[in-house]
C-alpha cells in the first residue's frame, strides 16, 4: 500500500471524516455547476419567507436532486447526466468505503446542498452510535453499543464545487465523535460549546468524506458565493436507511460497479462477491 493511502486511511478512521482534494479537474467543477444552473431555480431571494413557510424549513431550500432516505425513489440529480452519474464511483471515495465498508456496499441516497450568504446553520446530529435517535443512550452516561445495531455501516462522500471552510460555513464535524459512547451534551446541541466543532477547509474540487457515526450538521454560510456539494451515502449491503432507493437514471448508459452500487439491500455477496471483482472487466461494463 502506498503512504498516500495509508495516511488516508489512518486519518479517516482517527477522525471520522477526511478532505481529499483535487478530485474533480477544474473542467468537471464547471461541467457539473453549469449543469446545475440549467437545472435548477436560483436560491430566490425570499428564501427566509418560503423556509418560514415550509414545514421542511431550511431542508426545503438546502437541498436539490434528493433521491432515496427521506425522500422518494428515483434517480435524484443522476438524471443530470453522466458527470453525476461517474461520480457513483469515483476511485477516491471508492477507496475510503471499501476500507470502512467492506467489498459489498450500496448507494442508499444522494442529494445536492446549497447555501446563500446569511443562511443558518443546520443542528449537530449522527445517524448512529450513542447519539443517533433510535438508540436511547441516556447523556452523560456511558452507552456500550448493543451488537445488534449498525454504527459504522454507513459513509459519505460530499463533493465540493465551490470553496468552503472555517471562513465561509458549510459541512460542520466533531472529529472523532463516531468513537464516542457518550450522547451528545445538550451545549453542544445547542451550539453554546463550538471549540470541539470543526468546519473543515474544503475546496472546490475536493472530497469530504465522513461516517454517519460522526456527529455533523451545517455551519452558517457567510460567504457571498454560492456553497455547492454533492452527497453520495453509501451504506454496506444489508443495510438501508429507509424503504426508498436511488435508482439508475434511463438516458445515462452506467457501468457495472455503478449498477451495482444501485442493487437492492441483502446479504454481501447475494447479488455479487465484490463490486471490486475483476475491476478491469466492470470498467468495460461488459458483465453485470
Ligand atoms: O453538508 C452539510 O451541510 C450537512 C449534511 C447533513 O447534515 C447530513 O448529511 O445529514
Do not use: C
Given at each position: 500500500?502506498?503512504?498516500?493511502?495509508?495516511?488516508?486511511?489512518?486519518?479517516?478512521?482517527?477522525q471520522g471524516y477526511l478532505?481529499?482534494?483535487?478530485?474533480?479537474?477544474?473542467?468537471?467543477?464547471?461541467?457539473?455547476?453549469?449543469?446545475?444552473?440549467?437545472?435548477?431555480?436560483?436560491?430566490?431571494?425570499?428564501?427566509?419567507d418560503t423556509a418560514n413557510n415550509n414545514k421542511l424549513g431550511m431542508y426545503k431550500i438546502y437541498r436539490?436532486?434528493?433521491?432515496?432516505?427521506s425522500y422518494p425513489s428515483g434517480p435524484g440529480f443522476l438524471v443530470w447526466g453522466e458527470l453525476f452519474c461517474r461520480l457513483i464511483d469515483h476511485p477516491a471515495v471508492m477507496d475510503i468505503m471499501r476500507f470502512q465498508l467492506g467489498d459489498c456496499f450500496?448507494?442508499?441516497?444522494?442529494?445536492?446542498?446549497?447555501?446563500?450568504?446569511?443562511?443558518?446553520?443546520?443542528?449537530?446530529h449522527s445517524d448512529y452510535g450513542a447519539?443517533?435517535?433510535?438508540?436511547?443512550?441516556?447523556?452523560?452516561r456511558y452507552f456500550p453499543q448493543p451488537v445488534h445495531q449498525a454504527l459504522?455501516?454507513?459513509?459519505?462522500?460530499?463533493?465540493?464545487?465551490?470553496?468552503?471552510?472555517?471562513?465561509?460555513?458549510?459541512?460542520?464535524?466533531?472529529?472523532?465523535?463516531?468513537?464516542?459512547?457518550?450522547?451528545?451534551?445538550?451545549?453542544?446541541?445547542?451550539?453554546?460549546?463550538?471549540?470541539?466543532v470543526a468546519c473543515p477547509e474544503a475546496p472546490a474540487g475536493s472530497v469530504t468524506l465522513f461516517s454517519e457515526a460522526t456527529t455533523h450538521g451545517t455551519a452558517a454560510w457567510t460567504a457571498s458565493h454560492e456553497r455547492r456539494s454533492l452527497l453520495y451515502k453509501y451504506c454496506a449491503s444489508n443495510l438501508t436507511w429507509s424503504r426508498t432507493r436511488v435508482t439508475a437514471?434511463?438516458?445515462?448508459?452506467?457501468?457495472?460497479?455503478?449498477?451495482?452500487?444501485?442493487?437492492?439491500?441483502?446479504?454481501?455477496?447475494?447479488?455479487?462477491?465484490?463490486?471490486?471483482?475483476?475491476?478491469?472487466?466492470?470498467?468495460?461494463?461488459?458483465?453485470?
Open positions: 500500500m502506498d503512504e498516500h493511502t495509508e495516511m488516508n486511511r489512518y486519518l479517516y478512521d482517527l478532505v481529499i482534494e483535487n478530485v474533480l479537474t477544474s473542467t468537471e467543477v464547471a461541467g457539473l455547476n453549469a449543469a446545475i444552473d440549467a437545472q435548477i431555480d436560483p436560491i430566490p431571494t425570499d428564501w427566509r436539490f436532486g434528493m433521491a432515496g432516505g450500496r448507494l442508499d441516497r444522494i442529494f445536492g446542498m446549497r447555501m446563500a450568504k446569511g443562511m443558518p446553520s443546520g443542528m449537530l447519539s443517533a435517535p433510535f438508540t436511547h443512550a441516556e447523556r452523560g459504522h455501516g454507513f459513509g459519505v462522500a460530499a463533493f465540493n464545487l465551490t470553496d468552503s471552510g472555517p471562513e465561509t460555513g458549510g459541512l460542520r464535524v466533531i472529529p472523532g465523535s463516531h468513537h464516542s459512547h457518550f450522547k451528545l451534551p445538550k451545549k453542544v446541541r445547542r451550539d453554546e460549546h463550538t471549540d470541539i437514471p434511463e438516458d445515462v448508459d452506467l457501468r457495472t460497479r455503478q449498477r451495482r452500487l444501485l442493487e437492492e439491500p441483502a446479504g454481501g455477496g447475494w447479488f455479487f462477491s465484490s463490486i471490486f471483482e475483476a475491476d478491469e472487466e466492470l470498467q468495460q461494463g461488459s458483465k453485470k
